[in-house]
């Protein structure tokens, strides 16, 4: 439960600012978790709730927001959508496949394949090797034994 110290460091940090511009009450706090955090909103606003009484933050709202790399990645995913999208258009293409080490970036990916199957694309991904120079580098064995085998 590590959401109770990461609340209170919150809860701290959220007085001490409040003290700094000599506020008499906390009304909102804006908090914002990372896509690879395990912090949920509603353990954090738990904790903050049994912090709060009899302090300046009693009655506080959090808002939780996205992360900046979150919306990122939805700008990623819809300028992929809108490149495959023209493609389809110009070259009746529809399949697609998401390589390179961008895609091991577990975020993107997924809202990329909700974007992409959403428009009806087929959407290939790798199953049994990374996207990364891991692939790569498996593809070139593989191509390079092959040249072997015929020279």
């Given at each position: 439960?590590?959401?109770?110290?990461?609340?209170?460091?919150?809860?701290?940090?959220?007085?001490?600012?409040?003290?700094?511009?000599?506020?008499?009450?906390?009304?909102?706090?804006k908090v914002v978790i990372g896509a690879l955090?395990?912090?949920?909103?509603?353990?954090?606003?738990?904790?903050?709730?049994?912090?709060?009484p009899g302090t300046i933050a009693e009655g506080?709202?959090?808002?939780?927001?996205?992360?900046?790399?979150?919306?990122?990645?939805?700008?990623?995913?819809?300028?992929?959508?809108?490149?495959?999208?023209?493609?389809?258009?110009?070259?009746?293409?529809?399949?697609?496949?998401?390589?390179?080490?961008?895609?091991?970036?577990?975020?993107?990916?997924?809202?990329?394949?909700?974007?992409?199957?959403?428009?009806?694309?087929?959407?290939?991904?790798?199953?049994?090797?990374?996207?990364?120079?891991?692939?790569?580098?498996?593809?070139?064995?593989?191509?390079?034994?092959?040249?072997?085998?015929?020279?």
């Amino acid at each position: 439960m590590h959401e109770s110290g990461l609340t209170e460091d919150l809860f701290a940090h959220a007085l001490q600012h409040a003290r700094e511009a000599n506020a008499r009450r906390i009304a909102r706090i804006k908090v914002v978790i990372g896509a690879l955090s395990d912090a949920t909103a509603e353990s954090i606003q738990f904790y903050f709730d049994s912090l709060a009484p009899g302090t300046i933050a009693e009655g506080a709202t959090i808002e939780f927001g996205a992360s900046p790399g979150e919306a990122h990645c939805n700008g990623v995913a819809a300028m992929i959508r809108g490149v495959c999208l023209l493609l389809r258009e110009q070259r009746g293409m529809n399949e697609v496949a998401l390589s390179g080490g961008v895609f091991q970036n577990m975020t993107l990916l997924g809202k990329t394949l909700g974007l992409l199957r959403g428009a009806g694309f087929e959407v290939l991904t790798h199953r049994l090797v990374p996207p990364n120079d891991g692939g790569i580098a498996l593809g070139q064995a593989v191509i390079a034994a092959r040249l072997g085998e015929k020279v």
